[in-house]
C-alpha cells in the first residue's frame, strides 16, 4: 500500500530473495536479534535512498505456553525476537533520524500489550515492554522532530498463527494440558476469523502520512478494542474474571 502510494519502501526479512519486488518493495535480508544484520541492512538503505523517513516496527512472533513452565530458551527467544529486535533497529536507526531532526517510528505493539492474553504471557510481556520503551523514547527523542508511536492490533488473519511455537511441556502437563487446549483453540479461531490485514495496512498508511499522530492506536474487532479500552479503567480483579470467562482458562 505504501509503495502504491509512492513511497520509496524497504522491507526486511531472515531469509527473503532481496532486490526490488513486483509490488515496489525492495527486499533486503535482516535478523533483528543480529545487531550486525541490522547494521548492514540499515546502511544498504542508506546507500540507496540516502535517508530514512519512517521506520516500521514489525516483526514478531509468539509461543503458548504456560508461564511456569516456560524454558530459558522459549523465554530469551520471544523477549530477543519481539522486544529486543525492535531496540536493535530503532537503534540503528536513530542516529539518522537524529542528524535529519526528523523522522517517525511506528512500533507494533498488540492489544495483547494493553490486556495481558493467558498461556500468551511472555508474547504479552514483550508487548507490554514495547509500550513502555516507545513511551519513554517518545519523550526522548521529540526534541529532535521525531515522532514516536504505536500500534495495537487486536487479531488479524496472517501467518501468524501457523507459526506460533507451542510449549511440549505445557501440552503434556497434568494441571495445564486440558485447560491450554481449550484456550488455544479459542485462540486460534479468533485469529483465523480476524480482520483482513488491509485493515491494518490502512491505519499503517494514515499514520505515515499524517502530520501529527496519536501515541497510540488501536485496531481490530469492534469487542476487542473496546474491551482493550475498558480494561484501563476496570477494576483489575473484574478484568481477571472476564478473561477467564473468555479465553475458558
Keep these: ?41 540499515v546502511d544498504a538503505v542508506m546507500q540507496m535512498a540516502g535517508r530514512i523517513d519512517v521506520l516500521i516496527n514489525n516483526a514478531g512472533a509468539g509461543i503458548g505456553g504456560a508461564l511456569e513452565l516456560a524454558s530459558m530458551d522459549e523465554k530469551r527467544w520471544q523477549m530477543e525476537t519481539n522486544f529486543m529486535g525492535m531496540t536493535n533497529v530503532c ?27 493467558p498461556y500468551q504471557g511472555f508474547y504479552s510481556a514483550s508487548k507490554f515492554a514495547i509500550e513502555g520503551y516507545s513511551q519513554a523514547l517518545a519523550v526522548e527523542v521529540r526534541r529532535f522532530g521525531i515522532d514516536v508511536c504505536v500500534v495495537e492490533p487486536g487479531d488479524f488473519k496472517t501467518g501468524f498463527t501457523s507459526s506460533r511455537r507451542v510449549s511440549e511441556a505445557t501440552m503434556s502437563h497434568p494441571d495445564y494440558a486440558d485447560s491450554f487446549k ?68
Aim: charged share 25%; glycine share 8%.
Design 1 to 41: 500500500m505504501l509503495a502504491a502510494s509512492g513511497h520509496k519502501v524497504f522491507g526486511t526479512g531472515r531469509t527473503v530473495c532481496e532486490g526490488l519486488r513486483e509490488d515496489g518493495v525492495w527486499m533486503l535480508r535482516m535478523d533483528v536479534t543480529d545487531v550486525e544484520s541490522v547494521r548492514r541492512a
Design 91 to 117: 537503534s540503528a536507526v536513530l542516529p539518522y533520524m537524529r542528524q535529519s531532526r526528523s523522522g517517525r517510528i511506528i512500533n507494533i505493539s498488540s492489544i495483547a500489550g494493553v490486556v495481558a492474553v
Design 182 to 249: 481449550r484456550t488455544l483453540t479459542g485462540v486460534e479461531k479468533d485469529e483465523t476469523h480476524g480482520s483482513s490485514p488491509e485493515k491494518l495496512g490502512r491505519v499503517i498508511c494514515r499514520l505515515v502520512s499524517r502530520r501529527r499522530t496519536r501515541f497510540r492506536t488501536l485496531t481490530g474487532s469492534l469487542l476487542q478494542t473496546l474491551f482493550a479500552r475498558a480494561s484501563r479503567i476496570l477494576p483489575g480483579r473484574l478484568t481477571q474474571k472476564l478473561l477467564t470467562w473468555f479465553y475458558s482458562v
